[in-house]
């Protein structure tokens, strides 16, 4: 099994979600986070006082697959999150030694 | 009773003719308080309410655009408004007021109007100024250009809100007609009700409405601000008045049942209908009960404001639905459904809840007589505000983009016109 | 001196006998001032100040039913319940007023109460049976059931708030006793704060009580709301005075001097026993040292304020660990220990600091005569508000469950009762 | 016109002699509504204003501070303060007044001062002394320890706020001189202003400044904060007249105009300087413009208003940028710039626009005869308060330390100093 | 080594935790996601617009462990977080090829 | 490659960014995140009740390294994040299967 990590634009994740039905993914956690990058953040002003942030929200997306299905996915998560524009994201692509489902404690590709 | 009409229908002449009235403390103290009130309405309260109510990204720009709407406002009132609004027009007086008052000349510690000083009237009636051109701006929240509206806002200042005050409160054709409103169901929550209205198709829907759900971001301090909101009404209300006495007494009293009985009454309909009541229908119910009730306000008796609240409640809830589920139209806070259909409403009910047969002031016409006029104050201030907000609108936005572009939109306004954002926690 | 006496003690009458005072303006607008703080106290006050105590997940429940009960409680005023409390009960007079003002009837713009228009007392009385029940929802915060809080907050009003409100105010037998509780020691405090002992008791403890910690969600709006409640008791205290003289500036005067010993008595014991000051501490040391002097705050001279609030800071700090982790009672805002024993211990002692020679307004009685009386008043609002609440819970639960079920606790009553969410950062 | 005078310039001695005026109920309402007004910008006004811009770590000890010194100063009042501000101080009448009065001691119910009762006095006055100390907590705000911080505030209240409070209001010997302070340009905004630059200069900056941001953690509460200040500033200016009547109304009136233009004028040049309008940049102008306006407020016109507005926006504006880019002094929320700048222009400017050529009260003198006298009032009240504050902070620095430590302060006041979290979302 | 990772329900952490120390665990990271899957997520209402919303907030906790834990701290965390109801979570096992105290630079086991 | 994941001390975050500019990395992903560890944490009190907080406040970062820059990428973290002081945190490698650059499909280290 693989776990496929997505970092894409927040407003995306509607749009990758359904994508993400459409093969078959039924499941996925999802978590804020910052992202640093070629990305420009902005600029932000107090009291005459400004300054940039490079950081940009963006969103995490978490999908355990089975070998075969990685593809897919990953197809999947690009295309919808595709904008063309600098900071659409990047995927990675981890090995997972072991997955249980807590509630009946299958493991393996049965507990996704 | 004679005293009370003063109070109400007839304070639009205290400011034109010379006051021979003494000054008096007490009627002195609940205008300066009622002027506190009123201000309080918009900054902080509508601000909150409003602030709340969008999206995160979202949530200074609206409040900004409150408080610059606010500030923009009074200047114009110091610079020409107050004058065009309540001063003698001479041969154009249907319509507008006159000059002589600009930079409040002539306005001294002394001046008087009724048996309050004119400074204070001066104030009161800014506060009023200030709020009505930031209520529309829950219209078009969430995409609108600052500039743009800024602009927006100052035209329309000039070209509906001074105009309608002076009809209705400033001596030209409606209060010569005898139209009855009290603390201002045209002026105020029609004239701001159609605006929004007209946003809304002009600028358009947002990016993702309505497949996407927008919740608001920030409850409890929508809550904060729909209580600021009771809590000023008062001062609106019963502050419309100009005395403290009986009057300004009933008048808080039917203002504060027809607020509760507004919640009351969206809360058990949106209980019906969906199963469960919620608190931002619950405080969408008393912003519909006080908008209804406020044109009413003063020439209405206990049985009135109840009557009106409930009124508010349940026609304002399906009127919600209707335009944004129904017609689909982005009037992003329901500023239309709530304030304009409230307001168009309580304007024609004064005329029936005022008769002395149902508790109210009474007024010489009979109710069906009456109730024409406030008909035709009622189209009379839809027709004007829609045609010329639009024309406002199209002018503008020939002059400077009124909305965001689509990234921009994404991002939000907070960053994209005003480079800060509301939380880092 | 007689003129404090009529416009705290015997103010009671006033609404009885057919007035023949005439208006005063300034009376009017002090009062009319207070209705609206008093108001405040309510919308935002108490449900900003409760809504940051609870957990995020619940902020929107307890704001939402401060809200509703505040429109319940003010169309039953209307409908009957001003007519219970003040109007001429008859025979029954000792117990409960009458039904002649049911509908408000008769109340018109020229109804007087004393030197105020009736429409003001009556509005400025409303806004006390609209925040009494709200105080209770401290109790039972987090896991009542909206439905079941509403049906028992209706029932509340009638048995226990009107009575109480009519013995002590209205005419009734502790009035005719000579009870001195100014603006709500008994018929507020200890009435709601019991009430939230009993609630505590009936619907258990939160889940996971006391082993989890349950921390607030959001003390900034707790600290608004607490000073929104200092703001709002002005109001609620030197408003009772219902005129605008001497007596209302001296009962301001002491209650701030109260609300300012309370907050430093509960810092100081805090800061003493654990180490370091809290800001929560220091709120709740407030509303200790408001709710103690409240009773007393129109009889009592400066000293007598002092005195008031360093009691209230220092009782309540110990009764709030002694409900909490001794009795690991889980009233979860501590109302009864703040709000029951403040009230209680300052209806006691404006007995002693009422005395004229404590710079108090003076009595008939001996001290020991008085507080004799007043021991009366608080055992017979304790005992009678006990009884009936724990009464009306066991009717309420017999009818509609009380509380939501483990797993909807878990999941938090803002999504299991009214399908929102407080927060979308 | 002479009883605006009395009402602001020789107000100072009202209190002093045994007032023969009968009570007015109209001015007595107006003053108890002021008293509420300015007890409400500080609770939860300046509160939520200076917790919103600070890291959210460090929220609760802001307002923390805020609440701890307002309860102080309020006890410090009743025992000695008010007397020695107010009372007769014989031979040292001209630095500091008597002991009479401590523990208010011959304020009765009937005392009166003026035309309101002398509690009434005590109460405004007292919510004078709880504000101005909280102000300078934006000076030191995230790095300095609770205790040093409370130890600092009582002797500062006794050595600098008493002395110069009695200088100019309470007879003493720049009120002697004919000083126009009408609501505490010298007294308060200087004073605080002055503070908490010494505090900065002394305590040091914060870890970090001026290389890493720190911004705003909650700008929405800011600017909730800030629209209560408006809204209280009201009753701190138009209060200041002490009656309610003309003088009050316009005070009201140049206040409010001087808030709008303010704000106007701060986004204006920030618009023109970085390209867009930020909301914390027009409530920081809203301000500037009030607290510039505020010693001037009951002796200008409305041109004055405007005028006195628009100089605190554009003046503060590039002091701001001086004091914190150029002098890299750590003044963490601007209150010198703001405060102390502002409050010394508009000291000034009364001198310009109190004339009554330009709409103002007049006075005797010659206009540069009157701006002599406000420029020694400036000058006595910048160097009094740089003298003895810096002294104040080197005796508290010698017998607790001022500020926290590195690590506590990368950890964040809330946690440090006072066991809680603002947040737990 | 390896990296334990539970999706678990969020009023589960403090057992968890419990749990964890009792078989000797003493450092972990907990971050909080939302999780979509079986579960469903409840509707919320604004002005009377309905909709639904799928994500369900969850605990996500990070538990880095030496090879011959890996058994025994799976256990722990499905005992103390099942509560038998759909959406009780899941856990993800990966291989860690590194640790570093950064305090001492230690690294390998020594880290953990 | 790699994923090199820290757990660190909030405000050592900018000096992070800028140690790690400083070794040629361009790209990161930070997400705010709870530890539990050796670090004590603090007491919190609230009306009396008192109560201990065991997790403090960290800041876990990600960067996707190519398998020859983690060495200077694990030391670049370690110097700049080290205080000496109980609680400066851990730092993780993975293995990294793939890694995909949504917006042009990139894969391998030229996704990087
Ligand atoms: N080396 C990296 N390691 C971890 N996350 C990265 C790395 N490089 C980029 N990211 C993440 O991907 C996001 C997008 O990267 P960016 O360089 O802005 O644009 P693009 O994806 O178009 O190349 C960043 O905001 C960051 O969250
Ligand atoms: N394929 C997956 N990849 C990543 N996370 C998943 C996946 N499936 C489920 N999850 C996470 O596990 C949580 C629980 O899953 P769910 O299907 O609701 O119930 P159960 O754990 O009982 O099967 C989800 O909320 C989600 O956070
Ligand atoms: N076994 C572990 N698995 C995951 N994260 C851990 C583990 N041990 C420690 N951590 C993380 O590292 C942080 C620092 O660890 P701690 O034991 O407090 O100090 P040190 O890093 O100095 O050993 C913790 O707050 C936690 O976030």
Same mark, same amino acid.
């Given at each position: ?112 | ?84 609004? *309540? ?21 001294? *510690? ?6 309050? #000083? ?39 200042? *000039? ?50 409405? #309505?497949?996407? #759900? ?87 008796? #206990? ?123």
């Amino acid at each position: 099994m693989k776990l496929v990590t997505a970092i894409i634009k927040p407003f995306k994740l509607d749009d990758v979600r359904e994508a993400l039905s459409e093969v078959g993914v039924s499941g996925m956690t999802v978590s804020e986070v910052k992202g640093f990058g070629r990305q420009k953040g902005h600029t932000e002003l107090y009291r005459g006082a400004e300054y940039v942030v490079d950081f940009v929200p963006k969103i995490k997306l978490e999908v355990a697959v089975s070998d075969g299905d990685v593809e897919s996915v990953v197809e999947a998560i690009t295309n919808a999150s595709r904008s063309g524009k600098i900071g659409d994201g990047k995927i990675f692509v981890y090995n997972l030694q072991q997955v249980t489902r807590i509630r009946t404690g299958e493991t393996g590709d049965d507990a996704l | 009773m004679f005293k009370t009409l003063v109070g109400g229908m007839l304070l639009t002449l205290l400011p034109l003719v010379a006051a021979a009235d003494e000054l008096d403390s007490g009627d002195t103290a609940w205008m300066l308080t009622s002027s506190a009130l009123v201000l309080f309405m918009l900054l902080p309260g509508l601000s909150l309410f409003y602030g709340g109510l969008v999206r995160s990204k979202n949530a200074l720009s609206v409040v900004m655009q409150c408080f610059a709407i606010g500030c923009v406002a009074s200047v114009i009132w110091f610079v020409i408004g107050y004058s065009l609004a *309540f001063s003698d027009g001479g041969s154009m007086n249907w319509f507008i007021g006159g000059t002589s008052k600009a930079f409040l000349s002539g306005v001294s *510690f002394d001046s008087m109007s009724g048996t309050i #000083p004119e400074s204070v009237f001066i104030i009161f009636q800014m506060t009023f100024v200030m709020i009505t051109p930031a209520l529309f701006v829950g219209g078009f929240a969430e995409r609108i250009r600052f500039s743009g509206m800024l602009l927006f806002s100052i035209l329309w200042i *000039f070209a509906v809100y001074l105009p309608l005050c002076h009809w209705v409160w400033g001596g030209g054709w409606l209060s010569d007609l005898g139209l009855m409103d009290f603390a201002g169901g045209t002026v105020v929550h029609i004239s701001a009700g159609v605006t929004a209205l007209v946003a809304a198709l002009v600028v358009g829907s947002r990016k993702g409405f #309505p497949r996407s #759900p927008m919740p608001p971001h920030n409850l409890t301090i929508t809550v904060a601000g729909a209580g600021m909101l009771w809590f000023g009404w008062f001062g609106f209300n019963a502050g419309s008045a100009l005395v403290s006495d009986g009057s300004a007494g009933m008048t808080m009293l039917v203002t504060h049942l027809a607020a509760a009985c507004g919640s009351l009454a969206w809360m058990t309909v949106e209980w019906i209908k969906h199963g469960k009541p919620s608190v931002l229908g619950i405080v969408t119910g008393m912003v519909a009960g006080l908008g209804t009730v406020t044109p009413a306000s003063g020439f209405i008796g #206990p049985i009135g404001g109840v009557a009106l609240g409930v009124a508010g409640g349940v026609v304002c809830y399906f009127a919600t639905q209707f335009i944004k589920r129904g017609l689909k139209l982005d009037d992003s806070l329901d500023v239309f459904p709530v304030h304009g259909v409230g307001g168009a409403m309580g304007t024609l009910l004064a005329a029936v809840f005022g008769a002395a047969a149902l508790g109210g002031v009474g007024f010489d016409r009979s109710i069906t007589g009456q109730l024409g006029v406030q008909a035709i104050g009622v189209l009379a201030a839809v027709g004007y505000t829609a045609l010329v907000s639009y024309v406002i609108f199209k002018i503008v936005g020939a002059i400077t983009p009124l909305r965001v572009d689509e990234e921009e939109e994404d991002q939000g306004l907070d960053i994209v016109c005003h480079d800060e954002r509301g939380y880092n926690f």
